[in-house]
T-cell receptor, first 115, second 110 residues
Framework: DTEVTQTPKHLVMGMTNKKSLKCEQHMGHRAMYWYKQKAKKPPELMFV???????INESVPSRFSPECPNSSLLNLHLHALQPEDSALYLC??????????????FGPGTRLTVL | KNEVEQSPQNLTAQEGEFITINCSYSVGISALHWLQQHPGGGIVSLFMLSSGKKKHGRLIATINIQEKHSSLHITASHPRDSAVYIC????????????FGSGTQLTVLP
């Protein structure tokens, strides 16, 4: 299985809602990533988990809360979002270990609209 | 100046044409990635390379480490190749963090 899956594909939420994005991979990858992508822009890294521990947080506002319950799953909990948070949220995974470079495998993304 | 520069930003070609997209970078890298993104979504990794040349079907990627330059070539282009092509680099010492170029929007007309 060489696929990263993300659910839901689309999400519309109000500014007072709480929702979660889910990402799953079964490639045995131990690094998992969340990216945010606005229209016609490249992805921006949000978080990186390595061996289920948060290793990089790119100064993301606390209304975004990541969670890595096990090596295959990555969640992004959303609360009190703003309309400017509307974007495509991409999950990715890669191997970890001694390799100095690791190919990242991306999921199809969740398109989030905040009303 | 961006650390990863791509050219052209937009490219329109006729079906069957040979296409080249260029990427230059100004930082030390451990690898360079070429990614493809179709409208509406997910990103597909086409190539990861640190030297030389790789080929997959009609796609060829080359890198010149001394000149800090990479090219992505598409032979016998087809309308289904229409997508955004993104160059990204893994910096030396920070392999997990990709630095992205701004992307090249390719449209192949039938």
């Amino acid at each position: 299985d060489t696929e990263v899956t993300q659910t839901p594909k689309h999400l519309v939420m109000g500014m007072t809602n709480k929702k979660s994005l889910k990402c799953e991979q079964h490639m045995g990858h131990r690094a998992m990533y969340w990216y945010k992508q606005k229209a016609k822009k490249p992805p921006e890294l949000m978080f990186v988990y390595s061996y289920e521990k948060l290793s990089i947080n790119e100064s993301v506002p606390s209304r975004f809360s990541p969670e890595c319950p096990n090596s295959s799953l990555l969640n992004l909990h959303l609360h009190a979002l703003q309309p400017e948070d509307s974007a495509l949220y991409l999950c990715a995974s890669s191997q970890e270990g001694l390799a100095v470079y690791n190919e990242q495998f991306f999921g199809p993304g969740t398109r989030l609209t905040v009303l | 100046k961006n650390e990863v520069e791509q050219s052209p930003q937009n490219l329109t070609a006729q079906e069957g044409e040979f296409i080249t997209i260029n990427c230059s970078y100004s930082v030390g890298i451990s690898a360079l990635h070429w990614l493809q993104q179709h409208p509406g979504g997910g990103i597909v990794s086409l190539f990861m390379l640190s030297s030389g040349k790789k080929k997959h079907g009609r796609l060829i990627a080359t890198i010149n480490i001394q000149e800090k330059h990479s090219s992505l070539h598409i032979t016998a282009s087809h309308p289904r190749d229409s997508a955004v092509y993104i160059c990204a680099v893994s910096r030396s010492g920070s392999a997990r963090q990709l630095t992205f170029g701004s992307g090249t929007q390719l449209t192949v007309l039938p």
